[in-house]
């Protein structure tokens, strides 16, 4: 019968030691990790976070709103009078709604409705877009 261990069969009697992983940032931030820390008097640092857990918010300074002021514009500029009445008649005139319009310029019709209502802030693309579709000039110097 043939050997199945060719060598002579010895025993590794040498300890092997296991040692437990670290524990995790997250784990060791645990309220019940630090608890248990505590009690069994492990060092446990803790940190004071500048303004943690305060939900206040810092009194504005008075220059802050001068400044914003001086250097931005009030308000941006809306379509004008006659560029919202351009629209609203020729697509009046082509026999189309907001939303055929919309569909057309590939917007939203509300897009469209924010621009006949002088409510958005003029966006060459959809003017170009508009004046493609409607036939009308809308942008630069319009003559009546």
Not at 7 to 32: F, I, T, Y
Not at 113 to 129: R, T
């Amino acid at each position: 019968m043939p050997n199945r261990f060719p060598g002579a069969l010895s025993q590794d009697w040498e300890p092997v030691v296991l040692h437990k992983s670290k524990p995790k940032a997250q784990e060791l931030r645990d309220p019940k990790a630090v608890n248990k820390a505590i009690r069994s008097g492990a060092p446990v640092q803790t940190l004071k976070k500048f303004d943690g857990g305060a939900n206040k918010k810092a009194a504005p300074i008075m220059n802050t709103r001068k400044l914003d002021e001086g250097t931005e514009p009030a308000a941006l500029d809306r379509v004008s009078v006659d560029v919202r009445q351009l629209i609203q008649k020729a697509r009046l005139d082509k026999k189309m709604s907001q939303a055929e319009l919309a569909k057309l310029i590939n917007e939203r019709p509300q897009v469209v409705q924010e621009y006949e209502n002088g409510k958005a802030v003029p966006n060459q693309a959809v003017l170009a877009k508009m004046e493609k579709v409607l036939g009308v000039k809308l942008r630069g110097k319009i003559s009546k």
